[in-house]
């Protein structure tokens, strides 16, 4: 007959493997095998699209700087031009150097000489002065000039001996020598400096 510690290993046995199974199925490592449920909250308020009320200032906004932008190219272009221009004075000088050219090299006749000069100097009293008549008679012109104090007595003289040269040579057949002709260029050159002398005496005046 078995002993009372040999009936209770059977026993024994049976008790430790339930056990053991018990812990394989509920122990800590399977908690770990378990699904774990995450749930994200976004605390952050929702994005509102721009508004009716914002897009019209961006709108008048984006106009402004763009007409600002605008303005400062078109000044600064304009300034640039102004200052690569050349004036009316400078324009009539550089024919006169040309006409002047053209009477040293006998390439141009007398009477094309005093039609061209004529019109020169009109055209450029004309924007100098501010004359009325656009393409006056001698007489007419030289009337106007006389009423014009801003014009100094010597260029009134010296204006009406050049006229009146190039119209003894355009319409009364006066043919002049080709010294007459030099000195009536070169009194045309002190003309046009007289007349842009005192307009610019003129303009100090003006602004003084």
Known sequence: MRSRSERSQPAAAIIFAAVFALLCNTGPASAFDMPIRINITDRQPPVNPLSGIDIFFTAAQTAILVMII???VLFIRKKIRKAFQATPYEIVKKDLGTLKAA???RSISKQEYCAKISRMLKAYAKESLSTAL?????AEFLKELRAISAVSDDTKHLIQDM???CDGVKFSGYDPSDAELEANVNSAEKILAGLEADKTNREALTRA
Do not use: H, R
Request: proline share 7%.
């Open 163 to 165: 006229l009146s040269f």
């Open 134 to 138: 656009y393409e006056p008679t001698t």
């Open 103 to 105: 009477v040293a090299k």
């Open 70 to 72: 605008s303005w400062i």
